[in-house]
């Protein structure tokens, strides 16, 4: 069991800074987008870089380094929470893509719930699992689910079909569409440049 103040899910998830270095002795690159509110930060704990796949969530030590730099109680065995994180992710993924995996995502959220309690300074949350190796799953979740309502169609994948990553649009305009106009939206825009040229 975990006690938490009643946040909103918005809050960044903050630099990876017990990630870089674990990241850079496993001779991995560097997480982009890392910083996104919790919920999306999930979905982004999987990229590409160069060709090369990267899942953090396949190894222990890369997990428990996210976990203490997302503040996240590995209250468990690490094989069991990483498998509840990618569950988690997986399905949150496919209900962003448009696809029906509420019962995924209500599966893992089913193994939580919320006690509310009045603390000395106001009212408190107290978060309760049936399986402690779901805990970090579940809070992830919860997280994503306070976006989502308090930012409606704001959480997003990259437009760019060869990219996983996914952001929350904080623009005025609500209309971003790339991880990063840099990386992703330049790269697909000379891409389709290109193929206009050779159709001519």
């Known amino acids: ?13 903050g630099a990876d800074e017990v990630l870089a270095p674990v990241l850079a002795r496993h001779e991995w690159p560097a997480r982009p987008l890392a910083g996104q509110p919790l919920g999306v930060d999930l979905l982004n704990t999987r990229w590409a870089a160069g060709g090369v796949d990267y899942d953090l ?42 696809r029906d995996a509420r019962a995924r995502l209500n599966a893992v959220l089913d193994h939580g719930r919320l006690r509310l309690a009045l603390g000395e300074h106001g009212p408190v949350e107290h978060e309760e699992f049936d399986d402690p190796a779901a805990g970090a799953a579940w809070t992830c979740l919860r997280a994503y689910l306070r976006l989502s309502d308090a930012a409606p169609g704001r959480i997003r994948r990259c437009e760019n079909p060869d990219c996983v990553l996914h952001f929350h649009d904080v623009s ?3 209309d971003r569409r790339w991880c990063s106009m840099a990386v992703c939206g330049n790269r697909l825009k000379a891409r389709r440049h290109s193929a206009r040229v050779r159709g001519r």
Do not use: Y
Not at 1 to 13: F, K, Q, W
Not at 63 to 90: G, N, S
């Open 57 to 98: 969530f396949e190894h222990d030590e890369l997990t428990a380094a996210w976990l203490v730099d997302r503040k996240l109680r590995q209250a468990a065995p690490l094989p069991a929470v990483r498998a509840h994180l990618r569950e988690a992710r997986d399905a949150l993924a496919e209900v962003i893509a448009g």
């Open 172 to 174: 005025r305009s609500g």
């Open 1 to 13: 069991m975990s006690s938490r103040g009643g946040g909103d899910g918005a809050a960044n998830a």
